[in-house]
């Protein structure tokens, strides 16, 4: 039985992050910009059984990763969304609070002794809100979020170390204001609104950027790939999209994947 030899490599290096890489879908020219040859050179390379197989223990890791990423994503928003409702119970209890004390305030009673008065004053008394126990971490919380701060703000400024240990240490109230802030930044994906069931990300654009398939993207983020056409199409996330490419070697005058896959889906949709 004969043997297949390959042809010694001259100029390529490989490593395990080229083979990382190509799993998570970069194109060949990308890499072979970055590795200094020609993007037929990767193509034998990984056209070899032995990179083959590299490449589909890669490919099962990569996917580990990202369904870690969506599991991880998901139990934020879920986080996010219990405490946006203590922040709105805790609002709803300070103004029911205020309208019983105004009440009570104007409320003029005749006090027939020193016990009814001891009485009408135990029921002004009213329970603590978390505004009344600020902490320290609160203070140095609020003033990170004053500067336009987000949660990663927060954690830095009170030296709480983890997303968990904030959520649970500092008032609701502040770690409102610093979702907004940090949904209002320019590193957040552009424009979540009236989408019901992608919630982008910044990898999502890195990954499109990088050339992978509507499709693929799709089937990670639990979308149809239409969706995402629809929303790559939009202006603030195709100049995102446009900047990000920018960074990367360009393809000569054809149009990059990415912009490629998109134009045409947009094009098939209206025909």
């Known amino acids: 039985m004969e043997v297949k030899r390959h042809r010694r490599l001259r100029r390529l290096v490989p490593d395990a992050e080229l083979v990382r890489r190509r799993a998570a879908g970069e194109t060949l020219r990308v890499l072979a910009a970055d590795y200094g040859v020609a993007h037929t050179t990767l193509g034998r390379y990984f056209a070899r059984p032995e990179a083959v197989r590299q490449l589909r223990e890669a490919d099962k890791g990569v996917r580990a990763e990202r369904r870690a990423a969506a599991r991880r994503r998901a139990a934020e928003r879920r986080a996010e969304q219990a405490i946006r409702r203590r922040a709105k119970e805790q609002a709803a209890l300070?103004?029911?609070?205020?309208?019983a004390a105004a009440a009570a305030a104007s409320a003029h009673r005749p006090r027939r002794s020193g016990y009814a008065a001891w009485l009408d004053e135990r029921d002004t008394h009213l329970p603590l809100l978390a505004a009344d126990l600020r902490?320290?971490?609160?203070?140095?919380?609020?003033?990170?979020?004053?500067?336009?701060?987000?949660?990663?703000?927060?954690?830095?400024?009170?030296?709480?170390?983890?997303?968990?240990?904030?959520?649970?240490?500092?008032?609701?109230?502040?770690?409102?204001?610093?979702?907004?802030?940090?949904a209002a930044s320019p590193a957040a994906p552009p424009d979540q609104a009236r989408l019901r069931r992608l919630v982008p990300d910044p990898e999502l654009v890195r990954r499109r950027a990088a050339g992978e398939t509507l499709r693929r993207l799709a089937r990670d983020y639990g979308v149809a790939h239409t969706t995402l056409g629809r929303w790559f199409a939009r202006p603030e996330v195709a100049r995102q999209l446009h900047q990000l490419q920018g960074r990367r070697p360009t393809l000569g005058p054809a149009k990059t994947p990415a912009v490629a896959e998109t134009v045409e889906l947009l094009t098939g949709s209206l025909l």
Request: net charge neutral; hydrophobic share 45%.
């Open 94 to 99: 300070a103004r029911a609070q205020a309208r």
């Open 135 to 182: 902490s320290r971490n609160d203070v140095l919380a609020e003033r990170a979020v004053e500067a336009g701060g987000g949660i990663e703000a927060v954690i830095e400024a009170t030296g709480l170390r983890t997303r968990e240990n904030a959520l649970r240490a500092i008032d609701p109230t502040i770690l409102v204001r610093a979702f907004d802030n940090a």
